[in-house]
């Protein structure tokens, strides 16, 4: 296994719906995650990537359960 010495802010970035999938190779986890040890930054970055698809995942649970003339309605105002 080649682990760089240490991975930078800008791949780990790139590489966050990947982790937060679980389809990363074993080599890039270590990786990432030997970066977030140290890195505060990331690490917040990871949490607010995280909150915001769980708020997305929400919003569209309400949307799919709301009514279908509510929808209408909502969407008809928009375009006056």
């Given at each position: ?42 690490v ?12 997305a ?23 006056q």
């Amino acid at each position: 296994m080649s682990v760089r010495p240490y991975l930078p802010c800008s791949e780990v970035i790139g590489f966050l719906a990947d982790y937060i999938d679980r389809v990363l190779p074993p080599e890039t986890i270590v990786e990432f995650e030997r970066h977030l040890a140290v890195c505060a930054s990331c690490v917040a970055y990871l949490a607010s990537y995280k909150e915001t698809i769980r708020a997305a995942r929400i919003a569209e649970d309400v949307i799919a359960d709301a009514p279908e003339e509510l929808i209408e309605a909502i969407l008809r105002s928009r375009l006056q």
